[in-house]
Nanobody
């Protein structure tokens, strides 16, 4: 079991930056990968960025070159968001994949709103 808590969301103007944080607790040694998803109103939840246990990263095409996922220890993961656009507006969710079955756990989400 893993518990995830996101923070750092807020209101920002287009072109601005935000840094989201995800704090993991519980069976953190079973985490194989962590990622950030987002869900805009009326849209499906989509993968934004992922970082594996080995440190490799992948990004959605829409955020490549603007967002960076990183971690500083086994329980903290970050999403640095630069050059934000109104279309980045969404609830952002932290995700962890655990064990051989890659069971997914979710945080409660943090709202990011980008104004024009």
């Amino acid at each position: 079991q893993v518990q995830l808590v996101e923070s750092g969301g807020g209101l920002v103007q287009a072109g601005g930056s935000l840094r989201l944080s995800c704090a993991a607790s519980g069976s953190i040694f079973s985490i194989n990968a962590m990622g950030w998803y987002r869900q805009a109103p009326g849209k499906q939840r989509e993968l934004v960025a992922v970082i594996t246990r080995g440190g490799s990263t992948n990004y959605a095409d829409s955020v490549k070159g603007r967002f960076t996922i990183s971690r500083d220890n086994a329980k903290m993961v970050y999403l640095q968001m630069n050059s934000l656009k109104p279309e980045d507006t969404a609830v952002y969710y932290c995700n962890a994949a655990l064990g051989a079955t890659m069971t997914h756990y979710w945080g409660q989400g943090t709202q990011v709103t980008v104004s024009s």
